[in-house]
C-alpha cells in the first residue's frame, strides 16, 4: 500500500480541497493577463522606440479614429475633437497625447478630410495600459456631436482579444467537455470510467491556473495561456486516465483482486504517466530559451500543466478505482482486428507503403516553403470587432499608416537633409518627414509602400540601416520583425538542440536502441513539417474559410505560432511514439522475429493511441470555432498534428520504417547497458531498473482498451 492508497477517501477529500483552494487562488486570473510579448527585447528596434518612448515619442497605445460628415476643419467638429483631447490628456494613466485638432498634421487627416485621429500614449506596462484602456475607450467612444468615435491601438486590441479569448474558452468547456465525455463513454464502454479522466483534467486547469495567477507578479503572462492550459490539460488527462484505466482493466483480466490490480497499475503505468508528462514538459520548455515573452509565458502554462495532469492522475485515480473496483469494468478484446490488418498489410511491402507515405507528407509540407512571417495585430479578431474594424478603416483612408511608418533617429551631428535625399531614392519609399522630438537630434519619418511583414519592407530596414551614420536607430514594426525573426533565427539551434537531445536521450533509456531515437525525430520532424504546410495552405492562402469560418488572410503566419504549436504537438507524439514502440519492443524480447512483433504492435497499441487523439484533436480543435484568428490556427494545427500523427505516421510510415530496419532497430554498442524495459525473456535479455516499469506500462496498458 502506497499512502495513496492507504486511504483512499481521505486523499480525495484532500485532493478535492486543494481543488477549491486553486480555485479560490486562481480567480481574477483573465483580468491579470497580458496580450503582447510577441517582439524581441533589445534588439536595435526595441532600444529605438525605448529612445522614443523616454522622449514622448512611442508608438501610441491608443488610438481613437472621429469621423464627421461635414469635415473635420469644420467649427462643430474641432471644437467637439479638441474637447475629446482635452479629456483624453487629463485622463488618469494617460502619459501624451496627439490629436490633429492640436498639430494639424495631416498624416493624422484622412485623405477626403472627413476622419481625423487622435492617439494617446498610456502609463506603465502592458497590463497596465490595457487597464487603462478598458476604462477609458467606453466613456470616449460613441457619437459626441458631429463626431462619431471608435478606438483601436494595441491596448484596445488587448481588451477585446481578453474578452474574446474569454468568452471561446467558455464556449470550449461547453463543446469540449459533453464531446470528450462521450467519446470516452463510447471508448470505455462505461460512462463511470469515463468520468475518471475528466476528474483529471479539472484539478490539472484548476491548478495552473492558480500558478499562472502567481506568475503574473513575476512576469507577463500571455491573455492566451489559459487556453492552452484547458486545451493541453484536458488533452492529456485522457491520455493520462485511458492508461491508468485499460491497465487496471488489464490487471483484473488476470483474475487480480482489486488492491492488488491497483497496486500493479501504481508500479507499472504509473511511471508512463511520469514519463509521458516530463516529455510533454521538456518539449514546451524548449520555448524557454527563445527570446519572445509570449513564448515564455506559454511554456511555463504548458509545463505546469503537464506537470499537473500527471500528480493529479496519480493522486485521485488510485483511490478511485480502489473505491470503484470492477464497477469501472473488465477488459474485452486486447488488440484492434482492423489495425492488425492494417500493419499486415503495410510490412508486407513497407517499402512502397513507406515511400509512398513519406511523399504524401512532403507534397502537405509543400506550401510551408512559401511561409511568410509576420507580427500579430488587430486583424487577429474577428472583423466586425471595434479595434479589427477601426485599423482597417485607418489602413484604407489615411496616407500613413502606423504599421507602414517607420522612424530614423539621427546622431545630432548628422547631416539630416542629406541624408532625407538618400532615403527619398530609396526603393519602396513613399514619402519622408522631417519630425520635431524634443530631447532628441535630427529624427526622419519614412513611410513605406509594403505592408511590414513583406519582403520589400523588411528589405527597405536594412536599406535604410545601411545608409544610416553610425549611431542612428531605426524604429517601427517592420524593424521590429526584422528583429525578432532575426533574434529567433539565433537562438532557434539552441532550443531544436534542448529538444533533439532530451528526446533522444528520453527514447534511448527507454526501448535501449539508438536508431529508433534518430528514427522519432526524423519522423516527428517530417510529420510537423507536414502539418506546418497545411496550416500555412488554410491560414497564410486563404483556403478553407467556407469550413473553418471567418478569419482574416493578411498573407503572413504570426511567427510564434508555428513555435508553439511545435512544441506542443511533438511532445505528444513522442508520447504516442514510447508507446507503440515500447509494445514492439516487447514482442521482440518475446521471441517474435521483426515483422509480427511490428504487426502486433500496431494491433495493440492502435485502438488506444487513436482514441487518445482523438480526444485530443476534439479538445485543441474547438479551438478552431474561436473569433480570434490566434486560438483558430493553433487549435486547427495541433488537430491536424495530432490526428496525422497518430493514424498516417503510427499506421504507416513507422511500421514499414521499422520493418525495413529489421534487427537494426534494436542495436546498441555493447558497452552501453542491455536492460529489458518489458519483461519478457524470450530472447535472453536482462531486465533492468525501476524505468522498465514505465514501458511496461505502455506495452501492455493497451490490452484492455475497450470491448468490441
Known amino acids: 500500500m502506497t499512502p495513496v492508497t492507504a486511504r483512499p477517501r481521505l486523499v480525495l477529500l484532500l485532493a478535492a480541497l486543494v481543488a477549491a483552494l486553486c480555485a479560490v487562488a486562481g480567480a481574477g486570473t483573465h483580468e491579470r493577463l497580458a496580450n503582447g510579448g510577441y517582439t524581441a527585447k533589445d534588439t536595435e528596434a526595441d532600444r529605438a522606440a525605448a529612445v522614443l518612448a523616454r522622449a514622448g515619442a512611442a508608438p501610441p497605445d491608443l488610438v481613437l479614429l472621429a469621423r464627421s460628415s461635414t469635415g473635420v ?57 490595457t487597464a487603462t484602456a478598458r476604462e477609458l475607450v467606453p466613456e470616449l467612444t460613441g457619437h459626441r456631436g458631429p463626431l462619431d468615435i471608435t478606438a483601436t491601438g494595441a491596448s484596445w486590441v488587448s481588451v477585446q482579444a481578453a474578452e474574446a479569448s474569454a468568452r471561446d474558452l467558455v464556449t470550449a468547456e461547453l463543446i469540449a467537455a459533453p464531446l470528450t465525455l ?78 492488488d490490480a491497483v497496486a500493479r497499475t501504481v508500479r507499472t503505468t504509473g511511471h508512463t504517466v511520469v514519463v509521458s508528462a516530463c516529455t510533454v514538459a521538456l518539449a514546451m520548455a524548449a520555448l524557454l530559451v527563445l527570446p519572445l515573452p509570449f513564448l515564455r509565458s506559454m511554456a511555463c502554462a504548458g509545463m505546469a500543466v503537464a506537470l499537473l495532469a500527471a500528480a493529479a492522475a496519480l493522486a485521485v ?17 486486447p488488440d484492434s482486428p482492423l489495425w492488425r490488418r492494417a500493419a499486415k498489410v503495410v510490412t508486407r511491402r513497407p517499402a512502397l507503403y513507406g515511400i509512398g507515405c513519406a511523399v504524401a507528407l512532403v507534397l502537405c509540407a509543400m506550401p510551408f516553403g512559401h511561409v511568410r512571417f509576420g507580427l500579430i495585430d488587430e486583424r487577429t479578431l474577428l472583423a466586425s470587432t471595434e479595434a479589427h474594424a477601426t485599423g482597417e478603416e485607418i489602413r484604407g483612408r489615411f496616407a500613413a499608416p502606423a504599421e507602414r511608418t517607420l522612424t530614423v533617429v539621427l546622431p545630432k551631428a548628422a547631416d539630416a537633409e542629406a541624408y532625407r535625399r538618400r532615403v527619398a531614392a530609396l526603393d519602396d519609399v513613399a514619402s519622408v518627414r522631417p519630425a520635431n522630438v524634443p530631447g532628441l537630434g535630427p529624427v526622419l519619418t519614412v513611410v513605406g509602400t509594403a505592408e511590414p511583414q513583406s519582403a520589400a519592407a523588411q528589405r527597405l530596414v536594412a536599406d535604410l540601416r545601411e545608409a544610416s ?50 528514427k522519432a525525430l526524423l519522423v516527428g520532424a517530417l510529420s510537423l513539417t507536414a502539418s506546418f504546410g497545411l496550416v500555412v495552405h488554410i491560414f497564410q492562402d486563404g483556403h478553407l474559410r467556407g469550413v473553418l469560418g471567418e478569419f482574416a488572410v493578411t498573407g503572413a503566419l504570426d511567427l510564434t505560432l508555428p ?27 518475446r521471441g517474435l522475429d521483426n515483422r509480427d512483433a511490428v504487426v502486433e504492435g500496431v494491433a495493440r497499441t492502435g485502438r488506444l493511441v487513436t482514441t487518445a487523439a482523438l480526444a485530443v484533436a476534439l479538445v485543441t480543435g474547438v479551438l478552431a470555432t474561436s473569433g480570434l484568428t490566434v486560438l483558430k490556427l493553433l487549435g486547427t494545427g495541433l488537430a491536424v498534428a495530432v490526428l496525422l500523427d497518430a493514424t498516417v505516421v503510427r499506421g504507416i510510415l513507422v511500421p514499414a520504417f521499422l520493418t525495413l530496419a529489421g534487427r537494426a532497430n534494436w542495436w546498441a554498442p555493447a558497452w552501453l547497458p542491455q536492460g529489458d524495459p518489458t519483461g519478457a525473456q524470450g530472447r535472453g535479455v536482462r531486465r533492468s531498473a525501476p524505468l522498465a516499469d514505465s514501458v511496461e506500462s505502455h506495452a501492455d496498458g493497451c490490452r484492455a482498451m475497450t470491448r468490441r
Open 182 to 259: 462521450l467519446l470516452l463513454a463510447v471508448a470505455l464502454r462505461s460512462l463511470l470510467a469515463a468520468l475518471v479522466p475528466v476528474v483529471i483534467g479539472a484539478l490539472a486547469v484548476v491548478g495552473t491556473t492558480a500558478l499562472l495567477r502567481a506568475l503574473t507578479y513575476a512576469m507577463p503572462v500571455s491573455v492566451f495561456a489559459m487556453n492552452l492550459t484547458t486545451a493541453l490539460g484536458f488533452g492529456l488527462a485522457v491520455d493520462y486516465g485511458l492508461f491508468l484505466i485499460t491497465r487496471f482493466r488489464e490487471e483484473l483480466g488476470h483474475s487480480r483482486a482489486v488492491p
Open 563 to 589: 513555435l508553439l504549436m511545435a512544441a506542443v504537438a511533438f511532445g505528444l507524439a513522442i508520447d504516442y511514439e514510447i508507446f507503440l514502440l515500447s509494445r514492439v519492443r516487447e514482442q521482440w524480447l
Open 73 to 129: 476643419d469644420a467649427a462643430g467638429a474641432r471644437r467637439t475633437g479638441l474637447g475629446l483631447t482635452r479629456e483624453l490628456a487629463a485622463a488618469d494613466g494617460v502619459a501624451s497625447t496627439r490629436s490633429y485638432w492640436i498639430t494639424s498634421d495631416t498624416l493624422l487627416r484622412s485623405k477626403d478630410g472627413r476622419a481625423a485621429l487622435v492617439t494617446a500614449d498610456l502609463e506603465g506596462a502592458d497590463r497596465d495600459a
Open 469 to 518: 551614420p553610425e549611431g542612428a536607430r531605426v524604429a517601427g514594426r517592420a524593424a521590429m520583425l526584422v528583429d525578432t525573426k532575426a533574434a529567433v533565427a539565433e537562438r532557434l539551434p539552441l532550443a531544436g538542440g534542448v529538444l533533439a537531445v532530451t528526446t533522444w536521450a528520453m527514447l534511448f533509456l527507454l526501448t535501449r536502441s539508438v536508431l529508433l531515437p534518430f
Open 317 to 333: 485515480v488510485p483511490p478511485l478505482l480502489l473505491l470503484l473496483g470492477e464497477r469501472i469494468g473488465r477488459t474485452g478484446r
